[in-house]
């Protein structure tokens, strides 16, 4: 009995949360911030943009789950450049004291440089790639932010390999390649994985300030738009649908994760 | 009698801030093919140490070491090595880890047979029903038997074997000794074991060799062990000469190894000279220290 009670608790005591955060929404709305929608006011004027999300009206007037479509297509386009580059990077970074040296004061200056700052660089960088150059731009951006959660958890994984398992490989005299393949790789996807899926959530925080500083197509787009259009009530759609969004993406690697944390 | 492997002036040295710290310090041994020899002493006296640079896995500060007539240089899968914790790599099944292994060794074979050789040892300890289990499926005792399994598959020169049991309850230990026995038996292989458990020397060795405390841990002495082969746990326990045996190794470890024969017996150091190994002696063994050799 009490254990279906537990089960009951668990379910509904959320349901209370989300019922004070609305309350304070409502609440913040009827008082001092007079110019935020209501709960209510919200959902009237985004309903059409949940109820047909895949609908293209115009460019930047198009159904919810259309814009974050675009929005995790780029992302996964940034997402993946990052792994390529930032797991050999933390690989290097864990085997070699010397590279190790040499880069790890760069990474750490680096690392806690915020995505705004970066975009105009990658616009720099990419000017010469005239139309492309608001897409690489973004992609860079995404690339360069979320990177380090990478570079630096597969560097710890293969920093903390036990001395036994290094052994194993000694004593058969495996070669380079077996040791990495059979020895170095399988140690250090735990580690690797948790560097993903940090990265994934940085890469998602990353993309709406990405369209937001190049006007493209998205959610952080639309965002953006809709509160120079003064459309404040879609703003809140757009952060709630960036946050469901993130949260899935989350649990989905967390599966993945615990899935080689297992192995 | 032939001379497998040799362990001339082993010295181990580590170099500390407070300068150098000397582990092992000309450690010499002659062990004959199919001999099946152990180290015995005290934690930290350093036979783990001449293990593992006889594995090739820590390198020499000084000396040599010759197996088969080759003076060996870094690890290789001609040695088969137990380790005390079974070293298993997670990722892989039981048979995948003896595969590692058996891989290396016969790498000429065709995958069916090297298949069939890790099946074939994993089944010889007792595992036929557990090769495709993870090691995490495993108990502790059953891992070590995939450790042995491994290391006898590779059909190395030599086994090293390093406090292989000394992780494990002392049923599963008497059960382990019994599995490594029955293997050792089948091809006689060369073997060299640490530990510090007397009555795993007695039972699985010829020849236990005791080494004094370090720092500077050298060969002190040498117990012959002649129980027939093959052997049986209760009718080794009932040797006239175990408790004799037993008796002198405890005795050695309780009393005498920290007397040092390099220095204490010569008084001076003179560790270079050969009058220590007599030509024929494989047993470095001071010449004032009473022969212990027994005949049964």
Redesign the interface.
Known sequence: MSNTLEKLKTALLPLVGFAAALTLWQALSMTVSPDLPTPMKTWEESREYVFKPFAKRGEMDQGILRFTWYSLILVAKGYAIALIIGTPIGFLLGLSKGFHSIFDPIIQILRPVSPLAWLPLGLVLFLSAGKQASELGALFTIAICSMWPTVLNTAVGVRSIPQ??I??A?????SKAQTLM??LL??T?PYMFTGYRLSLGIAWLVIVAAEMLTGKPGVGGFLWQEYNALNYARIILCILTIGFVGFILDRLMGLVEKRFKT? | MSEYLIIDNLTKIYPTPKGPSIIVKDFNLRIKKGEFVTLIGHSGCGKSTVLSMV???NPATDGGIILAGRELA????D?G?V?Q?P?L????TALENVR??VD?AFYTASRTERHQIAEYYLTVVGLGDAANKKPAELSQGMRQRVGIARAFA?SPKMLLLDEPFGMLDSLTRFELQQVLIDLWRRDRKTALMVTHDVDEALFLSDRVICMTNGPEAEVGEILEVTFPRPRIRKEVLNHPDYYRLRETLISFLNERSDLRPSRDKVGVEQNNIPHRNEPGDHANRPPSTPAMALTS
């Open positions: 036994d398992y052994n194993v000694r004593a058969l005299k495996l059979k020895v399988p140690a996807l192995a | 594995a090739g896995l870094g690890a290789g899968p040695r090595i380790f914790s070293c790599l997670p990722w892989f590692l292994g290396q590779l």
